[in-house]
């Protein structure tokens, strides 16, 4: 079947590393929440977003949309190669788009020999990579570095970002700027379900680019100030969300189960949960 060309996505002056300027690409888009190792849910997901099956890039959709992914492929849950493997393979085709998380950046720091702590479920990411061939590790590494921290995208009108990124700062391309976007407010003393203080950015936001991020688990997305987080704990238990843009509407699958727990309970007890 003939696919339609999403458009060219531009690289840098090195071949290897992704511009951050697409803004020339106008969509449709599906912008992808924190994967965390879910391969089951994400295949369930693209099914659900109406893409096929395709034996170059794993999916495709059939109306040309392109898969933009918030970053957090990795850790806490049990498919980290499979997701990572899928992911670098539609990006590499020119089949998605995709920005890092901090759990990618860690593990991009511990693939390239860096001493980093085997903390927050880095320890099982590296325990499933050990065990596969040296070249997955290293492909995936040059698949890591190659990710530029946001990307402006439809003209100028789409910032996406992990963490979000304030307006000052869309279309900055340096390192400092890359380890803000992944990591955001890193302060371990903050509540990790406090989206107001994890993404303090947000509270004087004005600008005319929608901002669409991941990072922090919610169980509802919600529009704020043209920005929205799109982290639906799906490693938690709860769900794996896409935003459709230009619609700006949501479709979600389940989690098959509850991959990972924290000292402070993501989901609430089942009974006070309302039915969606």
Do not use: K
């Not at 935003?243 to 309970?265: D, F, H, K, M, N």
């Amino acid at each position: 079947m003939h696919h339609p060309a999403p458009g060219r996505i531009h690289r840098e002056r090195r071949p290897d590393v992704l511009s951050v300027d697409q803004r020339h690409l106008t969509g449709p888009f599906d912008i992808i929440g924190d994967v965390h190792g879910c391969l089951n849910e994400l295949n369930a997901l693209f099914a659900a977003l109406g893409y096929e099956r395709d034996e170059a890039s794993g999916w495709r959709s059939p109306d040309g949309r392109l898969p933009v992914f918030v970053g957090d492929l990795v850790d806490r849950g049990p498919f980290n190669v499979g997701v990572v493997e899928l992911v670098s393979t539609m990006v590499g085709q020119g089949a998605a788009l995709c920005v890092p998380g901090n759990h990618d950046v860690q593990f991009e720091r511990y693939l390239a020999g860096e001493p980093v702590p085997l903390l927050f479920g880095l320890e099982g990411t590296v325990r499933e990579f050990e065990a596969q061939p040296a070249e997955v590790r290293e492909r995936t590494l040059v698949f890591f570095r190659s990710l530029p921290g946001h990307f402006v995208l439809d003209h100028g009108r789409l910032v996406v970002a992990h963490t979000g990124l304030r307006e000052d700062l869309h279309g900055v391309d340096t390192p400092e700027c890359r380890h803000l976007a992944a990591y955001g407010a890193n302060d371990d003393s903050i509540d990790p379900r406090d989206v107001a203080r994890r993404h303090p950015w947000i509270a004087d936001y004005t600008g005319s680019a929608c901002v669409v991020y991941g990072h922090t688990p919610i169980l509802e997305p919600a529009w704020h100030r043209n920005t929205i987080g799109i982290d639906t704990g799906c490693v938690f238990g709860w769900r794996l969300t896409a935003l459709r843009w230009p619609e700006r509407t949501l479709v979600s699958v389940p989690a098959g189960q509850i991959y990972a727990r924290r000292r402070r309970p993501f989901l609430p007890e089942p009974d006070t949960i309302q039915s969606t």
